[in-house]
């Protein structure tokens, strides 16, 4: 087996065109690979650095992931959609194309019987989402572009020039696989606020708002529930205490005078002792 290697998934799929004669299929699948090359040169990107396999209806490329996927991104919002404009006024009404285009990134093995990998698949599975479907009908534009979760992740959530994350919105799709997938498809008739492509927590209670030393326990010491309450000291002077205080020694609630003279304090005891 082929070994895999990065590359730039681009898928492209016409709508409904299983309906059409095999006359008109024919001018359409010129039509369709008209619009490829003129997105894949809008993009600079060279013959040499993409491989295409066809689909019938569609087609995928492969590109090198050397390749910017902003600019890749950007010729498929301008230069695409102009293409298909520009291609369908010239078509008769059975011949006009639109387009379901999906942009993902990952790892493709290529081997002797094509390309190869889960990574291909899920770009599939998005390209062929009911909701993407439902995108198309319901749009005036030719063309919807849908990404993959990681290329919004990686790429159009940053903003890079001409690629704006508020027009991109969130579809999702249950896969064959059990898997729930997530795509991001181009709208610019509306603007997403979360351009962030996270999930929001939902908001808490003003109470846990409080902050975490504020809000724990102050902790006891190991005795603490068997020791007697210091007495609480209440004073009349300037002096103010809260809660309970333990004083060791005096304590003195206005002015204090010691004398230090041996003679002042020997004074003082003959006075006491004459009874003066």
Known sequence: MAEPSNKTILLMDMEGSGRLRDSEQ????RMLYRVLHETLSAAAIEPTEYHSEDRGDGVFVLI??????PALLRALLTATPEQLVSTNRLAAEGARIRLRIVVHTGEVALDEFGAVGADLVHAFRLLDAPALRKELVATSEPSVLCVSNAVYQGVVRHAHPGVRPEHFHPLTVDSKEG???TGWYHDISRRHTDTTGSEQPAAESTSSSIPAQAAAPVPRSEHSADAAPAPALHTRTGNFFFG?????????????HVGTSSTESTRHRDVEGSGE
């Open 64 to 69: 090198d992931p050397a390749v910017p996927k």
């Open 179 to 181: 898997a729930t997938l």
């Open 26 to 29: 024919a001018v359409i699948h």
């Open 244 to 256: 309970t205080a333990s004083i060791a020694g005096d304590a003195i609630a206005g002015d204090k």
